[in-house]
């Protein structure tokens, strides 16, 4: 058991009080023992001090925490719980980190920095919501998150009760949290009500904030918003309560004060022309805004800030004409203010100037009687039982009754506004839920403190009964939930306090009694609480004074004034004053004040403040009884109403704190903070704390920590629970001191101390031990080294003496030899000098006979070469003057011959014959084509004599058809049917006159084209010369720029900015395609909504099937809906004409079938005389239908002709341009050969003819190649048409035998058919386009073509469509595009969670893609593709539009893709990456987390390891794989994904602050290694994925570096390049040592690194995006398939299809 004695010991750390900064550190140096007078301490000034202990008046200074419980996030964490432990936290995070929020148990203590931080943009509400409340850093966000999911999971109202000092930052705090649930609980419609409801707040702020010598923005009045939300928890409307409006601010301020902000808005903007009515000047001429004597704020500009004030009264719905009116009556007021009312001599009457301004802008204002205003400003009524009679009132009883009208109407008009804001934020909807934030003033005590000062306290003390109750209520609920036992707890209660002030005969009773007496005064109200309650404990009477009382409230003395109390609980105003405004001739003036707006129940919104006219005596009629309820008796009920709905929900407190009084930014004044948490009720929570079980640690948390006092034994037990609680039973004896719940040990206060104590004397007794045995193995080294090198120095010397003996012996030794050497040498010396004489004399003289024998030789050898040379000179002299005159003689002559061969070829170049003979082969080429001409137009003429008999045998068809019909006509006269065959008849013959007509257009048109083309070709030709001109000169130019080379830097640095810009535009245009998605969804849903609100259950619409490409593309999307109506319409046609179908109407039928058709009527009409006989199997209308078949042939063959026609212009056209670029070369050929010399001349013509035959023969390849082409092509087609007439013979046969046949069957048999050369090409009718799309796109899974080529569904299509484009048919295209980006879509928005749907549409989506690239002909397309591929390429239509469409529909899937990707891995990532440690030995000490969210059964959240995430995202990686979706948009998805993750922990980070230690950042880097390993064995590494998360990275460096050094510091700057200053910072301020050996970082060292860092160029903003994305870019991949190789399965069930 743990005793006096072992706490206060040496280098025990304890507060001690002091009146500067009210507790002071001091640490102890000597033991101390029960019973010592003296505590010996040591001060950090090093001073020491004698504390004097006594029993009751000095106890035992209060002991502090240990540094590891120092800067914690929650208050109650604390091991030592009292006063110097609470403010040092408090000051240690809001000084030295910045951190403006703590938690209190269940409170949030906010401290108002002064400055504007940024912690409250849209990315920190992303990063909070959702979260627990003990995961994060304390914030408001985490709050206001707290009680939107206890609603959500509960189902309970919850309330924000934000209290605190003026300027503490209340407003502030109130707003962000309705920010926050403006945010997170967005409306789901389009009304916008999360707006309205931040809307009201300017407003709120304009009429009921003015500045204080505490604060410029201090709200003078409480006020209540219930933000209601559906059953889906969005917002669906709000509501506003009041309290207690300072109207006394109105007409009067103290120094340095303001008015309310809306009279200083509107004189700032007295010179716009519609404040012109208004006649106001600058706020300092007018009395009511000049008290304070400074009308400006620094800061702050009033004009712009009335321009906030009207758009949002706007934004709710006050029309402009209210918005005047209100105007109207705020400078009414202010002109009121100025009245100047004059006294009378008698000084007991006054009046007003007949010519006061002010007066006359007063009643103009507000449309009222001048003189009946004058006159009652200045008398008043007097009603008696028998009479009434008007008094004079005296000039300071005027200037009152003056004031107290301007207050009553300004009270008016704020309910008013009230009431309007509270019907724009109302809702027809029902409320299933509603948040409320209370923001009231906070307990207020001043030199002078009245009557507001004691309804704010009053307010105050009950908040803090409930308050109370509710931590006591929590406490128990946490120790009963933990099932440990339960003990009551003494805690404050201020009931007593309360009924002083509210009971019966307590002081509001005794208020409200002596203003009921006629001649009450606060004098005598006084002398009653005297007599009454001076036996009270809570109430006291100040020794000095009989005009004031004393109350003691739970957070301290307050002593009041009794001057003006009964006044301002009346609330006087004349009802002669109120009467004149009730006759305003403006509506909304009189409305302010009629009757019934008030009556006997508190208003709605809460403020009672509104009382009518109170006559002079209390002699009064019956229905004015109302009327006189006093403003403490209304104040207490709004006070109960409000009591009674936050005991019905759930409160969060947030305790605002004032730092300091001069507004500083981040000074801490120790004196006025203690103040203010002794008022807000923190310190109580502590002591609740404090009297239970204030210290909780979970098991794992605990066996964590102290494991270290563990023995071996302990440690082999496999239960950690049952470890834990053996360790406890050893250490502490005394079993009160700790309890053992489900999930956690609980410990008296102190106990978490002394354990940690405990701790760090084994650390130290380890310490000691470690330094003993090292030091001891240091000493052992140090005699082995001295041993050691004694014995090395014997040996070394030994060694010298040796050696230096033996070097005398070697050197007597070598004496002795050098001896005999020298001497054997001097006499070898002479013999050799003697010898070399000898043998010199010899050398001499033998020389010298040589010498002399070679000089002989040699005379005689030089006379022989001069000989020969003589000789040789000679001859050769004259055989060159020989040579040199027969070469003289060659070259004259062969001068002469090539004069005269020059002089021939010049006469041949210049010659007609020699340039016909080059361009023979041109003109026999134009003598071709010529006959090709010829040949075509004989063959055209035969064609049109063989159409002009078949017309002629078509007409005497008809003809033959015309008597037939007359005779039947001559019997059956009232048929009609024949009438309306012969009109149609006579129509088919006018076609057949019309198509003539319009051959002979089409030939006139020929002829016409045919001139054209001859022009256009001279055209051309003047066009190439004006070309080669400005070829030449584009030549000129290219060689001047590439003469300056000097630009190749800046072309680079300008190809990247264009790059760069050209990403941000892809990404705006993404962004643009994101948000057309989001509003076409939102449209969608408002479909829905109003197709179910308009239609029965059974019959809803679906908009769905409305192409979004409307606006994108100029094709208009096709409903499917449409689609079935219309066949409906056809098959009741049908039906009612009883006409069978005729079996695939789509081919042509010839003549001979009509005529056959026309026998088949004969027959029958001979067989019976009855018409419903002759038509009982449809044979008319067979006929009928023979007709039209025969008019559809011609009119086919017309087209054919034509489109022949069309294309003989076009290849005549294509020829001219051959023939005029031949004729061009030839030119250019002739001008060569101008300037080239005639040996050249005939080399280059060699080479010219060469090279025209090897043209001409490659070119006649070419032809030969197309004509086999066309040859096939035409065999193809021939064997198609027979195929097809077979069929249609079949078909006729089938129809003979019964009355109606099924188009289906022909169709399943042309399926069963195999083409031998199959062109990659798909055959469909048109009736079978829903179905191909139900099969392929709606009803489409991907597993069911999982085993074929990947995004079969997009060849499929694809082949459709070119089949589409073959037979030349653009209806069909554009219905099957836009039918297939429609399903697309409809499957998309009904997976919009499936992550593998959506991969395999995107995958199919880009593959259609491109394909229509691919098969475009375009040549930039076509640079991969085989020859088979280029003859697929579609030949009729540019779909490069709906190849955009495509494009953005891809866009859209992908940001589908990635945000089904990111909400899979959000709940993940968390966890995974700072959560969960693999690494052993780094695992941190765990987080207490301390959420009511939090389901504590299960231990904390769900435990998502790395492994997991990897997993994941290998699952990702594969999906798309298998779908074949490209490898770079994959690559792009893990890029995106793997930023999300870098922003989402890297947000974590920097709102933890348990994360931030140098264990996490090793494990972060281990995880990220994990990762980097995985993309590598993808193969993903060198995409610039890891890029994205180098932020994070550098973060979990920044975890691990050291930083103590300024050397650390630079360190710090060179390697977070990735980091913003503000993130380094707060990483810093973040950092948290895990164990006393470790140091936390210094202020000093955070300075410095922001002063190295100030000079940086980056974003300030905190946190990270989450919600930015990347620009995706589908690069163009071609496929290396061949369309006539793709296998249909089938398990697809496309038997519809044809293959051709």
Not at 1571 to 1577: A, D, Q, V
């Amino acid at each position: 058991m743990t005793t006096v004695s072992d706490l206060y010991v040496k280098y025990t750390r304890v507060w001690i009080p002091d009146p500067e900064e009210v507790w002071k550190p001091a640490e102890i140096i000597k033991d101390y023992k029960e019973g010592d007078p003296i505590l010996h301490l040591k001060l950090e000034d090093e001073s020491t001090l004698e504390y004097a202990i006594g029993p009751k008046d000095n106890q035992l200074p209060f002991l502090r925490n240990p540094d590891i419980l120092v800067g914690e996030n929650d208050l109650t964490a604390l091991s030592y719980l009292h006063e110097p432990a609470v403010l040092h936290n408090l000051k240690v995070r809001f000084l030295e980190s910045n951190h403006i929020y703590t938690y209190c148990g269940i409170v949030l203590v906010a401290i108002n920095p002064y400055e504007q931080l940024q912690i409250y943009g849209e990315e920190v509400i992303n990063a909070y919501s959702g979260q627990n409340m003990g995961d994060m850093n304390p914030h408001i966000f985490a709050v206001a998150e707290e009680a939107y999911k206890q609603m959500a999971r509960d189902e309970k109202n919850q309330s924000i009760i934000v209290s605190g000092e003026s300027g503490a930052g209340k407003t502030v705090s109130a707003k962000y949290a309705m920010r926050y649930f403006a945010t997170v609980g967005g409306s789901a419609n389009d009304t916008n009500v999360e707006e309205k409801v931040l809307a009201s707040s300017p407003i709120m702020e304009a009429i009921g904030n003015a500045k204080t010598t505490r604060n410029d923005n201090s709200s003078r009045f409480g006020k209540y918003i219930q933000i209601g939300f559906d059953r889906r928890f969005h917002i669906i409307g709000a509501n506003m309560r009041t309290y207690l409006l300072e109207k006394s601010r109105v007409v009067f301020q103290a120094e340095d004060e303001r008015n309310y902000h809306i009279f200083y808005q509107l004189c700032a903007s007295a010179c716009l022309p519609e404040f012109k009515d208004l006649a106001l000047t600058s706020a300092e001429d007018f009395t009511y805004t000049s008290f304070g004597e400074n009308i400006f704020i620094e800061g702050v500009n009033d004009a712009e800030d009335l321009e906030k004030t009207r758009e949002a009264l706007s934004l709710l719905g006050v029309k402009e004409s209210h918005q005047m009116s209100i105007f109207k009556i705020i400078a009414s007021i202010l002109h009121l203010g100025n009245v100047e009312i004059v006294s009378e001599r008698d000084g007991e009457s006054c009046h007003i100037n007949r010519d006061d301004s002010h007066l006359h802008h007063f009643c103009q204002l507000l449309g009222v009687e001048l003189e009946q205003m004058e006159h009652w400003l200045c008398h008043r009524k007097l009603v008696t039982t028998s009479e009434t009679y008007v008094k004079n009132m005296s000039c300071a009883q005027a200037t009152n009754a003056r004031d107290a009208l301007a207050k009553h109407i300004y009270a008016h008009l704020f309910d008013w506004i009230v009431e309007h804001v509270n019907k724009a934020l109302h809702t027809s909807s029902k409320q299933h839920s509603f948040i409320g934030v209370l923001d009231i003033y906070g307990f207020e005590t001043f030199e002078i403190n009245s009557f507001e000062q004691f309804c704010i306290n009053y307010a105050n003390e009950k908040l803090q009964q409930q308050f109370n109750s509710h931590v006591f209520k929590l406490e128990q609920e946490e120790y009963m939930k933990e099932q440990i036992p339960w003990t009551l707890i003494d805690f404050y209660d201020n009931q007593p306090c309360i009924d002083l002030i509210e009971a019966k005969l307590g002081i509001l009773d005794l208020l409200d009694e002596e203003c009921k007496v006629p001649k009450g005064t606060d004098q005598n109200w006084t002398q009653k609480l005297y007599s009454q309650h001076l036996k009270s404990d809570h109430f006291e009477k100040p020794r000095m004074s009989n005009t004031s009382f004393i109350v003691v409230h739970f957070a301290d003395k307050v002593e009041y004034q009794c001057d003006g109390f009964l006044e301002k609980n009346r609330d006087t105003v004349y009802e002669e004053q109120i009467n004149i405004l009730k006759a305003s001739k403006f509506q909304l003036v009189a409305d302010l004040f009629q009757e019934g707006k008030e009556g006997p129940a508190p208003p709605p919104s809460g403020k009672s403040s509104r009382i009518n006219v109170r006559p002079a005596k209390p002699a009064i009629k019956g229905h004015n009884r109302e009327h006189r309820k006093t403003v403490g008796h209304q104040f207490r009920n709004s006070l109960h109403l409000l009591m009674e709905t936050l005991n019905a929900t759930t409160p969060h407190y947030v305790r605002c704190i004032k730092p300091n009084d001069s507004k500083e930014a981040f000074v801490f004044d120790s004196r006025r903070a203690v103040q203010q948490l002794r008022a807000c009720g923190v310190l109580e929570t502590i002591r609740i704390s404090a009297a239970g079980y204030p210290s909780r640690w979970t098991y794992l948390d605990f066996y964590s920590r102290y494991r270290v006092l563990m023995t071996k034994k302990d440690m082999t037990v496999g239960d950690k629970k049952q470890v834990c609680r053996n360790l406890l039973e050893s250490l502490i004896k005394d079993p009160d001191k700790f309890q053992f719940g489900k999930t956690k040990i609980f410990f008296r206060a102190g106990q978490v101390a002394y354990l940690e104590k405990l701790r760090a004397d084994k650390f130290r007794f380890a310490c000691i031990k470690i330094q003993k045995t090292v030091r001891g193995w240091l000493q052992r080294r140090r005699y082995l080294k001295i041993r050691k090198s004694a014995i090395t120095l014997q040996r070394y010397g030994r060694g010298y003496l040796a050696r230096k003996h033996a070097e005398y012996l070697r050197l007597t030794k070598a004496a002795l030899i050098c001896q005999k050497q020298y001497r054997m040498v001097q006499v070898r010396r002479a013999y050799l000098t003697i010898r070399q004489a000898v043998i010199t004399i010899q050398a001499f003289t033998r020389g010298m006979f040589t010498r002399r024998l070679y000089q002989e030789f040699l005379l005689h050898h030089k006379a022989i070469i001069i000989q020969r040379t003589v000789r040789g000179w000679l001859d050769r002299k004259k055989f060159l003057r020989a040579r040199n005159a027969a070469i003289v003689i060659q070259c004259a002559y062969r001068r002469v011959l090539a004069k005269r061969q020059l002089k021939q070829l010049k006469i041949e170049a210049r010659s007609v014959k020699r340039i016909k003979e080059l361009n023979i082969g041109m003109e026999n080429k134009i003598v071709q084509l010529q006959r090709k001409m010829d040949d075509q137009s004989k063959e055209y003429k035969n064609q049109n004599e063989q159409l002009s008999v078949t017309n002629t045998a078509l007409g005497t068809e008809v003809n033959k058809l015309q008597k037939e019909l007359e005779t039947l006509r001559s019997r059956q006269g009232d048929n009609t049917q024949l009438t309306s065959m012969q009109e149609e008849l006579e129509k088919l013959r006018a076609a057949l006159q019309e198509s003539h007509a319009q051959r002979k257009r089409l030939e006139e048109e020929y002829s016409s084209e045919k001139l054209g083309l001859e022009q256009r070709v001279e055209e051309l030709e003047k066009e190439n010369s004006m070309l080669k001109t400005e070829k030449e000169e584009m030549n000129q130019k290219i060689r001047r720029s590439t003469s300056s080379g000097g630009q190749e830097g800046s072309a680079s640095q300008k190809e990247a900015r264009l790059q760069a810009e050209l990403d941000e535009e892809r990404l705006r245009y993404q962004n643009l395609l994101k948000e057309f998605s989001r509003l076409e969804q939102r449209y969608d849903n408002l479909q829905e909504e109003a197709n179910y609100a308009k239609f029965a259950p059974g019959h809803r619409r679906n908009p769905s099937n409305q192409s979004s490409i409307g606006s994108e593309s100029p094709f208009p999307s096709i409903a499917m809906s449409d689609v079935s109506e219309t066949d409906g319409v056809i098959q009741q046609i049908d039906n009612s004409n009883n006409v069978s179908e005729w079996p695939n109407n789509k081919m042509p039928i010839d003549k001979e079938e009509a005529l056959q058709a026309y026998q088949a009527l004969s027959e029958a009409k001979s067989k019976s005389q009855d018409w419903g006989y002759l038509n009982e199997d449809g044979e008319l209308g067979l006929a009928y239908q023979g007709l039209k078949q025969v008019a559809r042939l011609l009119e086919t063959q017309l087209q054919s002709q034509s489109r022949k026609h069309q294309d003989e212009l076009e290849a005549l056209h294509t020829q001219i341009e051959v023939l005029k670029e031949d004729l061009e070369k030839k030119q250019e050929t002739l001008n060569h050969f101008s300037t080239l010399p005639p040996e050249a001349l005939v080399e280059f013509s060699v080479q010219q003819e060469i090279t025209r035959l090897t043209n001409e023969n490659l070119d006649l390849k070419e032809v030969m190649e197309k004509l086999e082409k066309n040859e096939r092509k035409l065999k193809k087609q021939l064997r198609i048409y027979i195929k097809k007439v077979q069929e249609l013979e079949v078909s006729q046969a089938v129809a003979a035998q019964s009355s109606r046949a099924r188009p289906e069957l022909t169709r399943q048999v042309t399926v069963q058919r195999k083409d031998k050369d199959f062109e990659g090409m798909l055959e469909y009718i048109k009736e079978d386009e829903a179905l191909l799309i139900r099969t392929l796109v709606t009803d489409m899974k991907p597993h069911v073509v999982s085993a074929t080529v990947p995004c079969l569904p997009a060849y499929i299509l694809f082949m459709c469509i070119r089949h589409a484009d073959y037979i030349n048919d653009d209806q069909k295209v554009h219905s099957m595009l836009t039918s297939t980006i429609n399903a697309v879509k409809k499957v998309l928005k009904k997976n919009n969670d499936d992550f593998e749907m959506t991969s395999f549409w995107l995958a199919n989506t880009s593959r259609l893609l491109h394909c229509l690239k691919q098969y475009s002909g375009d040549e930039a397309f076509m640079t991969q593709n085989t020859s088979k591929q280029n003859e697929h390429c579609l030949k009729n239509f540019d779909l490069a539009e709906y190849r955009q469409v495509l494009s953005d529909l891809s866009i859209q899937i992908y940001q589908q893709l990635i945000k089904i990707a990111e909400s899979i891995l959000q709940p993940m990532i968390v966890s995974a990456m700072l959560e969960s440690g693999s690494l052993t030995g780094v695992k941190p000490m765990g987080y207490r987390n301390r959420s009511s969210s939090m389901d504590c059964e299960t231990g904390g959240p769900g435990g998502y390891t790395l492994e997991a995430l990897i997993r994941q995202l290998g699952q990702f990686n594969t999906i798309m794989g298998e779908h074949g979706l490209d490898p770079e948009i994959g690559q792009q998805v893990i890029r995106q994904l793997f930023y999300s993750i870098n922003a989402v922990t890297l947000n974590n980070l920097l709102l933890r602050k348990d994360v931030c230690s140098w264990s996490t950042g090793m494990q972060l880097r281990y995880n990220i290694s994990q990762m980097e390993e995985w993309l590598r064995g993808r193969n993903l590494h060198q995409s610039g994925v890891m890029a994205t998360i180098e932020p994070l990275i550098q973060a979990a460096q920044l975890l691990q570096v050291k930083k103590k050094t300024s050397q650390d510091a630079e360190a710090i700057c060179t390697l977070c390049s990735a980091l913003t200053t503000q993130q380094i910072v707060k990483i810093l301020n973040l950092y948290t040592p895990l164990n006393e050996f470790e140091e936390r970082v210094t202020v000093s060292f955070i300075r410095d690194i922001q002063n190295r860092l100030q000079d940086r160029i980056e974003n300030k903003q905190l946190l990270v995006d989450t919600k930015h994305t990347f620009p995706v870019l589908f690069p163009y991949t071609p496929s290396a398939l061949s369309l006539e190789t793709i296998h249909m399965p089938a398990s697809l069930n496309l038997d519809f299809l044809v293959r051709v």
